[in-house]
DNA sequence: CATAGTGATTCGGAAATCGAAGCAGGAGGT
DNA sequence: ACCTCCTGCTTCGATTTCCGAATCACTATG
């Protein structure tokens, strides 16, 4: 399978920089990867918990990004399931401002959508 | 066109909750919608410095994100080309400390990883 | 042996992404 | 008018990623 772990220092998708944070884009841009560090950092999971918690996403996918996320350490397997690492925790922490962002978000974006999608 | 931009409030793909957050991960996990946000924070740019600006992105993906960030509300279109509007420079802005994180990061991967991939 | 739980893989099909080429329109030059 | 160069943007076949049901290997319990 040809998926890579991205690593601060090394050249990733969408960047030859390898900087740091173009390595977290590219890491966190991938999809279901923000949601898993979300419902991890609510409670630790297993497998298929995580997968429940997750919309019941495919076990393909979520084992491809259990393996890049404990190669980048974010995760651990413990006996009580998956859970962050103290930097996972810290990455979400700083994802927090984001929840913040979506409430003022959904402010700005419900009374004007209200017509209808499309 | 099957593109469509999440909503706070409505239901999104990996999510039925329509929780804002739950919205914004799903805009934000699609691929090149990150590095698109924080190019424009650097400075605006037209169509096509923006796809040089990213790695020379593929222009018909980058014109499906234009079009769902526009939709959303984080991106407007002048005679200068595409810029941030107030509520897209809030989003990159509570995203900084991204950055932060991801230096430490690199900290952390650097040294630890210096024997090889995988 | 049977059952049930775990984490994880397989594989055919669907969806997203890629990328080179091209379209339509505007500005400037001759 | 015509040609050239720029713009934002679309088309479409090829590639990559993602999906999801079934399944494997292992452990524990009975």
């Known amino acids: 399978m040809g998926a890579s772990t991205p690593r601060p220092g090394v050249p990733v998708r969408g960047s030859e920089s390898g900087r740091p944070v173009m390595a977290a884009l590219d890491l966190l841009g991938r999809r ?3 949601r898993i560090l979300w419902e991890l950092s609510q409670a630790p999971a297993g497998f298929r918990e995580l997968q429940r918690r997750c919309e019941r996403m495919s076990s393909s996918v979520l084992s491809t990004r259990v393996e890049e996320l404990t190669g980048a350490r974010l ?17 979400v922490e700083s994802l927090s401002p984001l929840a913040a962002w979506s409430q003022r978000w959904a402010e700005e974006m419900g009374p004007a959508t209200a017509g209808g999608p499309e």
Not at 75 to 91: A, I, N, P, V
């Open 32 to 34: 279901w990867t923000m």
């Open 75 to 91: 995760l651990t397997l413990d006996g009580d399931g998956y859970r962050l690492t103290q930097l996972g925790r810290d990455l």
